[in-house]
């Protein structure tokens, strides 16, 4: 079976860095995808690992270990509108079954 | 170009009812997948489609059923609907392959009572 695990919640302020953590454990890993959802919108797609390793896109980066089962995501210089939930996917077996786990959800203060 | 497209928006069933939902894909997305989100957890999949056959299935019982049509828009069924049933429910479009984007509706909000 699947088992996701990350923080339910977390707070950070404002221009500071937040990581968000994510274990999985899983068979016929192919990859790691992290979405963001703002409260009441649909999922909105961040970032896809697929090798260990930090992948980096602006002000978000994602990064990778297969070996542990284990990624993060990292926010740079965050904003208010950063508040929301972001959910770690993990991507197994064939055909592109997604399951997610809970979702962190962050609120960013002044 | 429209992103993938839901309705309806809202619905408000009676327990023991049937509902339909529906799910246009962005254009030239071939692959749908659906999933149920409850309040306050993560997405959980139901099934996916590919040329309009059932390919992936979740832990989901029989009630909840789906169809393709050529155009690769896509349908959801319940029936004999549950209160808790009561969701969000999500359909997600991409292009055949393993590791490709999928790209998220804004969802159907259903509510049983």
């Known amino acids: 079976g699947q088992n996701i695990d990350q923080p339910t919640e977390m707070t950070a302020t404002e221009g500071a860095i937040v990581q968000i953590n994510c274990t999985y454990q899983?068979?016929?890993?192919?990859?790691l995808f992290w979405y963001q959802q703002h409260a009441g919108e649909a999922p909105t797609f961040l970032s896809y690992?697929?090798?260990?390793g930090l992948e980096e896109k602006g002000r978000f980066s994602s990064f990778l270990s297969r070996s542990k089962g284990y990624s993060y995501l990292l926010l740079k210089e965050l904003q208010m509108k950063d508040s929301a939930s972001y959910l770690c996917?993990?991507?197994?077996?064939?055909?592109?079954?997604?399951?997610f786990g809970i979702g962190t959800k962050l609120q960013v203060i002044p | 170009d429209a992103g993938v497209t839901q309705s309806p928006t809202h619905l408000i069933k009676t327990r023991g009812q049937q509902v339909t939902l529906r799910c246009s894909p962005k254009s030239g997305h071939d692959t749908v997948s659906w999933y149920q989100q409850a309040l306050g957890q993560g997405p959980q999949f139901i099934f996916q489609y590919y040329e309009e056959e059932e390919r992936q299935r979740g832990n989901f019982p029989d009630r909840f059923s789906g169809h393709q049509f050529p155009n690769y828009s896509s349908e959801l069924n319940v029936n004999a609907l549950l209160l808790g049933d009561s969701a969000l429910y999500l359909c997600a479009s991409s292009l055949g392959g393993p590791n490709t984007e999928a790209f998220f509706g804004q969802g159907t909000r259903l509510t049983v009572v």
């Open positions: 690992n697929v090798l260990d």
């Open positions: 996917a993990v991507y197994s077996g064939g055909y592109q079954k997604v399951t």
């Open positions: 899983t068979s016929g890993f192919n990859g």
